[in-house]
């Protein structure tokens, strides 16, 4: 039981891997996607929304918190009743439909992580922005 945990966890070496990836060709990530499970796509993030907290605390007076990101994606009950879920709209508040509808799920992550990726570029490359 202890192997398929291992296996689901994206590990440093594959996040930074990502992360150098969408420094070269941030298109290039979204063929990263198909190969990740539901929790990788959880994992990957996490991890991305802590690296756009940390680079925002560098550059900007005001730095960025969890809840200013989580503020520019999608809202859930928006992105629930467009999926015509059937799962109660709490457990895509609180992401426990990871485990039962894996698909969907996914598909949230995929929509937050094109969010979070656009405010990563803003400081990966940005003289690009101008």
Known sequence: MLSKRVKQKLGVVKKTELLLKLLDDPGSLSEEYKRLSAPQMQELRSFLEKQVMHFSALKDAEPLTLEAIKNRLEPIPNYYHNQDCR?????????????SNPTCFKNKMNGQLTVILGLLENYLHPAEQQ
Not at 87 to 99: G, H, S, Y
């Open 87 to 99: 799962e109660p709209l709490e457990a895509c508040f609180n992401e426990t439909c990871l485990a």
